[in-house]
């Protein structure tokens, strides 16, 4: 099974560039967790903090226990062996073949023999597709190749958490339904802890088992994909159907008096036919609007499977039980849709699910960007 990632009270900050602050969230073993986020929000340098490779101004991040931000160099470099990283390009040698880069890992930090190696490699290459390329270069394989040898050189230690950093950049949507498949199946197969950034909403919306957003220096909210799926939190609400009203702007952050005017010219817009395209005051947004399905809209869109063959991921089971638990702790439509995926037995017994009361209503998305009302929204 995989590690538990928790991480409390993080803040980065590049001189007086403030990254993000006051981050907490566990990343439950075994489970694949999705970050989303506008550009430039700190997705990657999030990733990097966690593996070590940034250092938080304060904060923790416990893995077994030990805090990677405190701890010495040495048990920082034993940690980093229980992470696997897939980086944006694949992060490949250029002069080196696929074997080689998948085996870099293996020769570094650790003395098994040839013979070993060579096992590993091509069982992890087989694992992700690519079993007869091991001689090619990278310059000389397409981009979503290049993606799989990085996840293939990623499993070589057998990690307990795996991190990817946008994996479907740069690949058409065919591709991205592949990989998302084989993340799944990998899973599967691991049990590792997967935690994945992305700006695909196909995947955000039907590869994992939690979400969370970054905006305005806050993680707005983490929790299971239910509740996110089904949240009338104005900017998540926005991204995950990938509309262009709402709180976030060409420039990441629009003013609230750019948002009030923007949305009060779509609310006197004039209509046609019976239809009205009025927005919410709320949620900011046009009721009904954008994609449905995988793509968007209110529902909650069925969660890939590992393909035929394959066991059933580990971490649905510990899901299923902890949603059980913390079901009364849900609003009412994400109780709906967790009650879906619960099996009967665990159903049945669970007590009443009573509403959560109402939160404030104003929208924080209005208020100005240094306020911080984006970090209660946690």
């Known amino acids: 099974m995989g590690e538990e990632v928790r991480v409390e009270g993080l803040t980065k900050s590049f001189g007086r560039q403030l990254i993000w602050q006051d981050v907490t969230l566990t990343l439950p073993p075994g489970e694949i967790s999705v970050l989303l986020g506008p550009s430039g929000t700190g997705k990657s340098v999030f990733l990097k903090s966690l593996v070590g490779l940034l250092k938080p101004d304060r904060g923790r991040i416990l893995v ?3 805090d990677l931000v405190r701890c010495s160099e040495r048990h920082l470099y034993q940690s980093r ?29 650790t003395k098994k023999s040839e013979r070993v190696i060579r096992q590993i490699v091509f069982e992890k290459m087989e694992m992700v597709g690519l079993l007869g390329a091991e001689g090619k270069l990278p310059g000389e394989i397409s981009g979503g190749m290049r993606k799989r040898a990085g996840l293939a050189r990623a499993l070589v230690l057998d990690p307990e958490i795996i991190l990817f950093d946008e994996p479907d950049s740069g690949l058409d949507p065919v591709r991205v339904a592949y990989l998302n ?27 994992p088992d939690n979400l969370g957003l ?37 420039a990441e952050e629009k003013d609230a008096a750019q948002l009030e005017a923007e949305l009060a010219a779509t609310a006197s817009a004039p209509t046609t036919g019976a239809a009205t395209a009025k927005i919410d005051e709320h949620t900011g947004l046009v009721p009904d609007a954008g994609p449905v399905g995988s793509m968007g809209g209110d529902a909650v869109p069925p969660q890939l499977e590992p393909s035929g063959g394959l066991p059933e991921r580990r971490a649905i089971r510990r899901r299923q039980l902890r949603l059980a638990g913390t079901l009364h702790t849900l609003p009412p439509k994400a109780q709906q849709a967790v009650r879906a995926v619960l099996p009967p037995e665990l159903l049945a017994g669970v007590a009443g699910s009573p509403d959560r009361g109402s ?20």
Do not use: C
């Open 64 to 66: 077994r226990d030990v």
């Open 81 to 109: 062996k229980l992470f696997g990283v897939l980086f944006q390009d694949g992060a490949l040698f250029g002069s080196m073949n696929l074997y080689d880069n998948i085996a870099f890992p293996l020769r570094e930090h």
């Open 181 to 207: 498949q084989l993340i799944v199946d990998l899973n599967a197969q691991t049990d590792a802890t997967f935690l994945i950034v992305t700006h695909d909403i196909g995947t955000a919306r039907t590869v």
């Open 214 to 250: 970054l905006f305005r220096r806050h993680l707005v909210m983490f929790g299971s994909r239910e509740l996110l799926l089904t949240s009338d939190e104005p900017v998540i609400r926005q991204f995950l159907n990938g509309r262009k009203e709402g709180p976030i702007g060409m």
């Open 359 to 378: 939160a404030d209503p104003r929208p924080y998305w209005l208020d100005g960007p240094s306020t911080g009302a984006a970090g209660a929204h946690k």
